[in-house]
């Protein structure tokens, strides 16, 4: 804080001489000080936020098994994040994980509301997933679609008066089971590819894929590619 005091003792002043000390210049203003607090909070809280997610992922792997990769979305892009990537037999997914404690979760269509607000968990999701897909499609030289899903960690009732149009909602502890209810829409070798591709520091930035695609040859002359299946490969 920068105070003004007055020397006592004078009652005048050399000529040219500034009355006025300033004292302590080199400490934060309140405002200053007020908004470095508020910093390390948001700060605090997305590192404790992450580490919940990441506690998450490793819960998640032991429930689906050795046919499923799942990875942090914030340790590959090196953004922030509240999603992960699950590769797998069912194909692939950007889980957005979002916590809503004991509070009531109603959905109609594209709207969700909680506690009166109408945050925007479903575009968000789609968000994630999107640029998902086109970081993993880029570097692939082939469309590879991400599925986006909205999981709710919280003790609350999730109700639907009608449900988000690509994007699967559900309780996290269901995850891995509407998971594997996807069936098996990618080969095994087609899960290992994407997985490699997924983990390649390179797909998560903006670069000619020609190189990376040959390196991951999805399938050998007059073959079909995974995805190929799903009607993406045109």
Same mark, same amino acid.
């Given at each position: 804080?920068?105070?003004?005091?007055?020397?006592?003792?004078?009652?005048?002043?050399?000529?040219?001489?500034?009355?006025?000390?300033?004292?302590?210049?080199?400490?934060?203003?309140?405002?200053?000080?007020?908004?470095?607090?508020?910093?390390?909070?948001?700060?605090?809280?997305?590192?404790?936020?992450?580490?919940?997610?990441?506690?998450?992922?490793?819960?998640?792997?032991?429930?689906?098994?050795?046919?499923?990769?799942?990875?942090?979305?914030?340790?590959?892009?090196? &953004?922030? &994040?509240?999603?992960?990537?699950?590769?797998?037999?069912?194909?692939?997914?950007?889980?957005?994980?979002?916590?809503?404690?004991?509070?009531?979760?109603?959905?109609?269509?594209?709207?969700?509301?909680?506690?009166?607000?109408?945050?925007?968990?479903?575009?968000?999701?789609?968000?994630?997933?999107?640029?998902?897909?086109?970081?993993?499609?880029?570097?692939?030289?082939?469309?590879?679609?991400?599925?986006?899903?909205?999981?709710?960690?919280?003790?609350?009732?999730?109700?639907?008066?009608?449900?988000?149009?690509?994007?699967?909602?559900?309780?996290?502890?269901?995850?891995?089971?509407?998971?594997?209810?996807?069936?098996?829409?990618?080969?095994?070798?087609?899960?290992?590819?994407?997985?490699?591709?997924?983990? &390649?520091?390179?797909?998560?930035?903006?670069?000619?894929?020609?190189?990376?695609?040959?390196?991951?040859?999805?399938?050998?002359?007059?073959?079909?590619?995974?995805?190929?299946?799903?009607?993406?490969?045109?």
């Amino acid at each position: 804080m920068t105070e003004m005091l007055y020397r006592s003792g004078q009652d005048a002043q050399p000529e040219g001489f500034d009355e006025r000390i300033t004292v302590d210049a080199g400490r934060p203003s309140p405002m200053t000080w007020v908004r470095s607090r508020r910093a390390e909070r948001v700060v605090r809280r997305e590192e404790a936020a992450h580490s919940r997610l990441y506690r998450r992922i490793g819960n998640l792997i032991g429930h689906l098994g050795d046919d499923w990769h799942v990875l942090d979305l914030r340790e590959l892009s090196g &953004h922030q &994040h509240d999603s992960f990537l699950a590769v797998g037999p069912g194909g692939v997914f950007a889980v957005t994980v979002k916590d809503h404690g004991r509070s009531r979760v109603s959905f109609a269509g594209d709207v969700v509301q909680i506690d009166g607000k109408r945050p925007k968990y479903v575009e968000e999701a789609r968000g994630e997933a999107r640029a998902a897909a086109e970081a993993l499609s880029r570097s692939a030289g082939v469309s590879i679609p991400v599925m986006p899903v909205l999981a709710f960690a919280g003790s609350g009732k999730i109700s639907f008066y009608g449900v988000p149009k690509g994007c699967l909602v559900t309780a996290y502890h269901e995850l891995p089971r509407v998971l594997d209810a996807r069936g098996n829409r990618l080969a095994v070798e087609t899960v290992d590819k994407v997985f490699a591709l997924a983990t &390649h520091p390179a797909t998560w930035f903006t670069a000619d894929y020609d190189a990376l695609a040959e390196d991951y040859r999805w399938h050998r002359d007059g073959e079909q590619v995974g995805t190929d299946k799903w009607g993406h490969g045109e």
